[in-house]
């Protein structure tokens, strides 16, 4: 059965500094690898995808994500840290039915 | 299309009562999620249809919990016997083979 872990429960990180939150999988098979993001009272939302092709892709908000097959990991990656970009995390996989992460708590301090 | 649609949004209920959840997928998405979401967690994945087969369920879901997706369109949530525990976001998500999952804005269900 696929899983993922996200070993993080919070980051922080200062506004303008470039953030790491970080996704590792287990899979049989090729996985198609996602990023969503979660505001207060709202649903989830889709930032990006892998499914095949580059390993590094980039989506919405100026967020991107590198594939790493070796190490089994999936990263979201942002230069520059906005402090609207506080909000939870949550990485998830897929190819059968898709399983979340227990979510990473990402806090932009001014 | 409108995407994912949830119907209720909002459902409080007394212990021990039965409720139904419907969900209504994009038209086009041939699969069909379920899942489960207490604040600031992950949501926790409850069934997975592939058209209108139902193809995991997870072990953490007791016998009072059913689904089903009739003719591979809309889907039903049903919990019998609702216990407080039972409390929580219900999410529905729907995908093709090659895209990502589009949520719908969730049932949150309330068991006094």
């Known amino acids: 059965a696929q899983s993922v872990a996200q070993p993080e429960d919070q980051v922080n990180v200062a506004e303008g500094n470039p953030l790491t939150v970080k996704c590792t999988y287990s899979?049989?098979?090729?996985?198609?690898l996602f990023w969503y993001v979660q505001y207060p009272n709202r649903g989830l939302q889709f930032l990006l995808k892998y499914i095949t092709g580059d390993n590094l892709v980039k989506g919405s908000y100026g967020f991107e994500a590198e594939f790493n097959k070796s190490q089994t990991s999936f990263h979201l990656k942002k230069p520059s840290a906005l402090v609207s970009d506080s909000a939870l995390y949550f990485c998830?996989?897929?190819?059968?039915?898709?399983?979340f992460g227990a979510g990473t708590r990402l806090t932009v301090k001014p | 299309d409108t995407g994912v649609s949830q119907d209720p949004r909002h459902k409080i209920t007394k212990r021990g009562q039965n409720v139904t959840f419907r969900c209504d997928p994009i038209s086009e998405h041939n699969r069909l999620y379920w899942y489960r979401q207490t604040l600031g967690q992950g949501p926790e994945f409850l069934t997975y249809?592939?058209?209108?087969?139902?193809?995991?369920k997870s072990r953490l879901l007791s016998d009072r919990f059913s689904a089903e997706r009739p003719k591979g369109s809309f889907s039903t949530l049903e919990i019998q016997r609702t216990e407080q525990g039972d409390s929580a976001m219900y999410l529905c998500a729907s995908s093709s083979d090659m895209t990502e999952a589009f949520f719908g804005q969730g049932t949150r269900l309330t068991v006094v």
């Open positions: 249809f592939q058209n209108e087969a139902q193809l995991e």
């Open positions: 899979v049989s098979g090729n996985p198609y």
């Open positions: 998830a996989v897929r190819p059968y039915d898709m399983r």
